[in-house]
């Protein structure tokens, strides 16, 4: 584990070495993405801060809080309904026409619901394109300028720094029995959709893609992150759901990570030497974190709350076998190309 003192450490040290970095939090207006902003916006100097969600009131709160902790900080927000590709897109031309380079893509946005398919006018189910589509939309559209930070020293010791983190959970599809296997007849479970399969899909294609992306773009990290329980808006869309988690959060609150840890430890997993892209030598490979394939300092990292890699698992490892990587970058690009290219809906 790495202590909540390491944490505060590496991060208390970063805003005497990192000056003008920029970041983009998707889901940036609550949650985990929120608190890492914040602690990103504390721990650095004169960042370029963006905040992407739906809610301009939240992201108002957001701003003035950051102005309030860093007058150095230039906080935007994008509003924008990411459950369309479409307005991904626009998003991200928002921000290459503003930014030569983007040091860190984080990345929370999804919903806990109770519906079962919910289809976009794109042809998608909502859910699944805010935990996976929209994500792997952002970094392809992102990835210009995350090459451009990988080129540029971003600490005052050198170091580079260009970094993609996306927060859900790596082991969804192995959890209670799962069988961590994919579909591949029906990658984005048009005909048989069921919200476990819909959790275990976008991780494991998230899993995937980050690894192949890693592989591609050997200058930039990319990392998968579990942030356990934390007390969130997340149950915001189930029924009862307010409720359920003012009755919940008091209980289970021994078991859980408080929202400020959070966003300190998630700080960390996007900036820490231990999670380094695959070609840089940010730190000697015996400090590096084990990556996702089981080699150490890959390029890509499934990680837990406490900054510990999972270990390889089986059934993973068998779906890898498979082709998976491969498979799930030619699916994602054709939905890309048929919907974002062509205009049309999928498939
Ligand atoms: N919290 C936990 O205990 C927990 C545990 C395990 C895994 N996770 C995973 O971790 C991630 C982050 O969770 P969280 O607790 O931080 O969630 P959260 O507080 O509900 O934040 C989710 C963010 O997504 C944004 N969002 C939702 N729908 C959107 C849309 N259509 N367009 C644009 N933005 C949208 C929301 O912004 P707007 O409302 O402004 O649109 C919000 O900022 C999620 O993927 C969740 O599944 C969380």
Same mark, same amino acid.
């Given at each position: 584990?790495?202590?909540?003192?390491?944490?505060?450490?590496?991060?208390?040290?970063?805003?005497?070495?990192?000056?003008?970095?920029?970041?983009?939090?998707?889901?940036?207006?609550? %949650?985990?993405?929120?608190?890492?902003?914040?602690?990103?916006?504390?721990?650095?100097?004169?960042?370029?801060?963006?905040?992407?969600?739906?809610?301009?009131?939240?992201?108002?709160?957001?701003?003035?809080?950051?102005?309030?902790?860093?007058?150095?900080?230039?906080?935007?927000?994008?509003?924008?309904?990411?459950?369309?590709?479409?307005?991904?897109?626009?998003?991200?031309?928002?921000?290459?026409?503003?930014?030569?380079?983007?040091?860190?893509?984080?990345?929370?946005?999804?919903?806990?619901?109770?519906?079962?398919?919910?289809?976009?006018?794109? %042809?998608?189910?909502?859910?699944?394109?805010?935990?996976?589509?929209?994500?792997?939309?952002?970094?392809?559209?992102?990835?210009?300028?995350?090459?451009?930070?990988?080129?540029?020293?971003?600490?005052?010791?050198? *170091?580079?720094?260009?970094?993609?983190?996306?927060?859900?959970?790596?082991?969804?599809?192995?959890?209670?029995?799962?069988?961590? *296997?994919?579909?591949?007849?029906?990658?984005?479970?048009?005909? *048989?959709?069921?919200?476990?399969?819909? %959790?275990?899909?976008?991780?494991?294609?998230?899993?995937?893609?980050?690894?192949?992306?890693?592989?591609?773009?050997?200058?930039?990290?990319?990392?998968?992150? $579990?942030?356990?329980?934390?007390?969130?808006?997340?149950?915001?869309?189930? &029924?009862?759901?307010?409720?359920?988690?003012?009755?919940?959060? &008091?209980?289970?609150?021994?078991?859980?990570?408080?929202?400020?840890?959070? %966003?300190?430890?998630?700080? $960390?997993?996007? *900036?820490?030497?231990?999670?380094?892209?695959?070609?840089?030598?940010?730190?000697?490979?015996?400090?590096?974190?084990?990556?996702?394939?089981?080699?150490?300092?890959?390029?890509? $990292?499934?990680?837990?709350?406490?900054?510990?890699?999972? &270990?390889?698992?089986?059934?993973?490892?068998?779906?890898?076998?498979?082709?998976?990587?491969?498979?799930?970058?030619?699916?994602?690009?054709?939905?890309?190309?048929?919907?974002?290219?062509?205009?049309?809906? $999928?498939?």
């Amino acid at each position: 584990m790495v202590t909540l003192q390491a944490v505060q450490a590496h991060n208390g040290a970063l805003r005497s070495r990192a000056t003008g970095l920029v970041a983009v939090f998707v889901g940036g207006t609550s %949650g985990i993405a929120l608190s890492t902003a914040l602690a990103f916006t504390r721990h650095t100097t004169a960042p370029r801060i963006y905040l992407i969600g739906r809610s301009r009131s939240a992201a108002d709160t957001a701003i003035a809080s950051m102005k309030n902790i860093n007058p150095s900080s230039q906080p935007f927000f994008l509003q924008s309904d990411i459950s369309l590709l479409k307005n991904v897109d626009k998003a991200c031309a928002e921000i290459a026409a503003r930014e030569q380079k983007v040091n860190l893509l984080f990345m929370t946005p999804g919903v806990m619901t109770m519906k079962g398919r919910q289809e976009t006018a794109e %042809g998608l189910d909502r859910k699944f394109v805010l935990h996976y589509y929209a994500r792997m939309r952002f970094i392809y559209n992102l990835l210009p300028l995350l090459r451009e930070a990988a080129r540029q020293r971003a600490l005052s010791d050198g *170091t580079r720094l260009s970094r993609v983190v996306s927060v859900f959970d790596p082991m969804v599809s192995i959890r209670a029995g799962g069988s961590g *296997t994919l579909d591949f007849s029906d990658l984005s479970l048009k005909k *048989t959709f069921s919200l476990q399969r819909c %959790g275990a899909h976008a991780s494991l294609m998230g899993n995937f893609l980050l690894e192949c992306l890693a592989h591609l773009q050997p200058q930039t990290s990319f990392t998968h992150t $579990y942030p356990s329980g934390v007390a969130t808006g997340i149950l915001r869309e189930v &029924p009862a759901g307010r409720f359920l988690s003012a009755l919940m959060t &008091p209980i289970l609150k021994p078991f859980m990570v408080p929202l400020e840890e959070s %966003g300190e430890r998630h700080l $960390y997993a996007a *900036t820490s030497p231990r999670y380094p892209p695959k070609i840089e030598g940010m730190t000697p490979k015996e400090d590096a974190c084990l990556g996702s394939d089981g080699t150490k300092g890959s390029g890509c $990292y499934w990680v837990s709350w406490d900054g510990e890699e999972f &270990p390889v698992n089986k059934k993973m490892e068998i779906t890898r076998q498979q082709d998976a990587a491969e498979r799930v970058l030619q699916h994602t690009e054709e939905v890309f190309n048929q919907i974002c290219e062509q205009g049309k809906t $999928y498939p």
